[in-house]
T-cell receptor
């Protein structure tokens, strides 16, 4: 079992819908990252958070450290939001490397 | 040029070839990373360089050889690869302080490698 699990693996939505992608992890962490990967491979960092909630435009990321869970929300989704969304955690002790989830593939149709 | 660039974007090589992947960051960062992304698998960290010294070598086969001549450039030298090494190879950089690598990573567009 991967230390970082994302759900769902695949998600389709109609333009305008509210979208939630979930990430659960099993290790203690110092930070959690949400990344966006577009077709062709390029990865963009969306958020890095260690507590609470962050908002950037139509994107909102939340984290519950006690429950070892984070969510990424997209409000008023748009076809250009279609991408793979990857959750990654930085363990709290013993290693500096990020542990990645397998990603959630989102397709938003007009 | 801005951000993190990688060349080539696509590479097809035979199992007996020798090739190199190049990464360059224009962000003034002091740490650089190589990742491998295979189909339907999570990103795998291969190598980390911090202040031009290798600080992580994640049990990568010796047919992959990294080189970091300065803080802006990172290479991945490839020789006698196997078909299962076909993947997207991503470079990233970050600005770190102290011993821990804690900060946001900026990724390049990747090199799509096919080994025939």
């Amino acid at each position: 079992k991967n230390e970082v699990e994302q759900s769902p693996q695949n998600l389709t939505a109609q333009e305008g819908e509210f979208i939630t992608i979930n990430c659960s992890y099993s290790v203690g962490i110092s930070a959690l990252h949400w990344l966006q990967q577009h077709p062709g491979g390029g990865i963009v960092s969306l958020f890095m958070l260690s507590s609470g909630k962050k908002k950037h435009g139509r994107l909102i990321a939340t984290i519950n450290i006690q429950e070892k869970h984070s969510s990424l929300h997209i409000t008023a989704s748009h076809p250009r939001d279609s991408a793979v969304y990857i959750c990654a955690v930085r363990p709290g002790m013993g290693t500096d490397k990020l542990i990645f989830g397998t990603g959630t593939r989102l397709q938003v149709f007009p | 040029e801005t951000g993190v660039t990688q060349t080539p974007r696509h590479l097809v090589m035979g199992m007996t070839n020798k090739k190199s992947l190049k990464c360059e960051q224009h962000l003034g960062h002091n740490a650089m990373y190589w990742y491998k992304q295979s189909a339907k698998k999570p990103l795998e960290l291969m190598f980390v360089y911090s202040l031009e010294e290798r600080v992580e070598n994640n049990s990568v086969p010796s047919r992959f050889s990294p080189e970091c001549p300065n803080s802006s450039h990172l290479f991945l030298h490839l020789h006698t690869l196997q078909p299962e090494d076909s993947a997207l190879y991503l470079c990233a950089s970050s600005q770190e302080s102290g011993r821990r690598l804690e900060y946001e990573q900026y990724f390049g567009p990747g090199t799509r490698l096919t080994v025939t």
